[in-house]
């Protein structure tokens, strides 16, 4: 079988991107961490999008969150890898963001993504915490679609609740006031929103475990197509289940629930893109 390579981009202020490349691995794929200045032909060895199959955004400080949490790294890759990102997702490629990433992948234009694959315009924002604080705990997250449906979450069942760290000061999922409701039913209809932030026994969220007020306990969203996704908690944080608090001593459990999340992404990559299906 085909290897499958992840690009683990990173500029300065990212700090996610060893855990992340070691859960790609785990999972069975092919990481390699590459500094944004190489896509871009600013820094050598160069590399381009499309020797990948994934592209995933790890999390961080990226820029030390200046201007908006996401916005300065956003903006570099904008500018200079607009077609590259464009003809990488035409090819089959999927694109990730975790907690930083989702901020750059929202800045972007590429979150929630609801007329092009790249919007000009922002159709959403992740806005600082209600709290104000950064908010660091375990979160329990529901995830909201069949089975197979998402390539990110193929391997997951409709309602199954996964214990997923969540460490940000801005996460707060928020559309333009006039457009919420028309957005919100948009993100439904189309199947984009993919966890919810859930109360410990399932309950719909109420603060710490909603942690950031996000508007319908939102934690995980993908572009209409499925193949763009971003998420506010870690799964590569949890990747082995001796990283997951709640894991009791002496229990026999070798991995975490954010595992599922990387054998989605195998699951689903080496079923069709290996076999150029789509
Ligand atoms: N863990 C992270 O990626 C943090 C994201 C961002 N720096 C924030 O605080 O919101």
Same mark, same amino acid.
């Given at each position: 079988?085909?290897?499958?390579?992840?690009? %683990?981009?990173?500029?300065?202020?990212?700090?996610?991107?060893?855990?992340?490349?070691?859960?790609?691995?785990?999972?069975?794929? /092919?990481?390699?961490?590459?500094?944004?200045?190489?896509?871009?032909?600013?820094?050598?060895?160069?590399?381009?999008?499309?020797?990948?199959?994934?592209?995933?955004?790890?999390?961080?400080?990226?820029?030390?969150? +200046?201007?908006? =949490?996401?916005? %300065?790294?956003?903006?570099?890759? !904008?500018?200079?890898?607009?077609?590259? %990102?464009? &003809?990488?997702?035409?090819?089959?490629?999927?694109?990730?963001?975790?907690?930083?990433?989702?901020?750059?992948?929202?800045?972007?234009?590429?979150?929630?993504?609801? /007329?092009?694959?790249?919007?000009?315009?922002?159709?959403? =924002?992740?806005?600082?915490?209600?709290?104000?604080?950064?908010?660091?705990?375990?979160?329990?997250?529901?995830? #909201?679609?069949?089975?197979?449906?998402? *390539?990110?979450?193929?391997? @997951? !069942?409709?309602?199954? @609740?996964?214990?997923?760290?969540?460490?940000?000061?801005?996460?707060?999922?928020?559309?333009?006031?006039?457009?919420?409701? #028309? +957005?919100?039913?948009?993100?439904? &209809?189309?199947?984009? @929103?993919?966890?919810?932030?859930?109360? *410990?026994?399932?309950?719909?969220?109420?603060?710490?475990?909603?942690?950031?007020?996000?508007?319908?306990? %939102? =934690?995980?969203?993908?572009?209409?197509?499925?193949?763009?996704?971003?998420?506010?908690?870690?799964?590569?944080?949890?990747?082995?289940?001796?990283? /997951?608090?709640?894991?009791?001593?002496?229990?026999?459990?070798? +991995?975490?629930?954010?595992? =599922?999340?990387?054998?989605?992404?195998?699951?689903?990559?080496?079923? +069709?893109?290996? !076999?150029?299906?789509?």
């Amino acid at each position: 079988m085909k290897t499958l390579r992840v690009c %683990i981009l990173r500029i300065e202020g990212t700090n996610c991107e060893a855990e992340m490349f070691s859960a790609f691995k785990g999972a069975g794929m /092919d990481p390699e961490l590459v500094h944004l200045k190489q896509l871009t032909g600013d820094a050598l060895p160069r590399r381009a999008l499309e020797d990948y199959d994934c592209l995933m955004i790890p999390g961080g400080f990226s820029s030390g969150d +200046y201007v908006r =949490a996401g916005a %300065i790294f956003a903006a570099r890759m !904008k500018c200079k890898l607009r077609e590259s %990102i464009l &003809n990488f997702l035409d090819g089959g490629g999927l694109i990730g963001g975790v907690c930083n990433g989702f901020q750059v992948l929202v800045e972007l234009g590429l979150l929630p993504g609801f /007329d092009d694959l790249i919007s000009d315009e922002p159709q959403m =924002a992740l806005h600082i915490n209600d709290s104000n604080r950064f908010e660091c705990r375990l979160s329990f997250l529901r995830h #909201e679609l069949e089975e197979g449906t998402s *390539p990110f979450t193929s391997r @997951i !069942k409709k309602g199954a @609740i996964l214990r997923i760290p969540s460490a940000h000061a801005e996460g707060k999922v928020v559309f333009p006031e006039e457009f919420q409701k #028309e +957005y919100l039913e948009k993100m439904r &209809n189309n199947n984009q @929103i993919i966890f919810r932030y859930v109360n *410990p026994d399932g309950g719909d969220a109420t603060h710490p475990w909603n942690p950031n007020g996000s508007v319908e306990d %939102i =934690a995980a969203i993908s572009n209409p197509k499925g193949n763009v996704f971003g998420m506010m908690p870690h799964p590569e944080r949890v990747f082995n289940a001796c990283n /997951d608090p709640m894991v009791k001593r002496g229990e026999l459990k070798e +991995y975490g629930d954010g595992r =599922a999340i990387f054998d989605s992404i195998f699951e689903y990559l080496s079923t +069709y893109r290996s !076999k150029q299906l789509f």
